[in-house]
């Protein structure tokens, strides 16, 4: 499966912004699909994840009660709605389908990547 992430964008400290995450090739099946982001010089890390089973949603500490993950299923396509947007929010932002193995939390469980889409958060 081939992801894109777009949506992304200059935005001003507290504004909103929501990504997409397009799937092609085949479908998201059964697979969580969750939201990643590495800022210059960090690790990359969680922000949110979604089960297509139970409908089960993960969110990073820092980003619970702003952010919200949603799929729709119909048009392949995963959205992370980031309101209240900080400038240590930004950074690349990655979607990815998770393997079927390990922790939704860990990168390293997920096997396809998109290339990502920057989110840029003016002070």
């Known amino acids: 499966v081939q992801l894109v992430e777009s949506g992304g964008g200059l935005v001003q400290a507290g504004g909103s912004l929501r990504l997409s995450c397009a799937a092609s090739?085949?479908?998201?099946?059964?697979?969580?699909v969750g939201w990643f982001r590495q800022a210059p010089g960090k690790e990359r890390e969680f922000v949110a994840a979604?089960?297509?089973?139970?409908?089960?949603?993960l969110y990073a500490d820092s980003v619970k009660g702003r952010f919200t993950i949603s799929r729709d299923n119909a048009k392949n396509t995963v959205y992370l709605q980031m309101n209240s947007l900080q400038p240590e929010d930004a950074a690349v932002y990655y979607c990815?389908?998770?393997?079927?193995?390990?922790?939704?939390?860990?990168?390293?469980?997920?096997?396809?990547w998109g290339k990502g889409t920057q989110v840029t958060v003016s002070s």
């Open positions: 990815a389908v998770h393997s079927g193995s390990g922790s939704h939390y860990l990168h390293g469980s997920y096997d396809n």
């Open positions: 090739g085949r479908t998201f099946g059964n697979s969580a």
């Open positions: 979604r089960t297509r089973n139970y409908d089960i949603t």
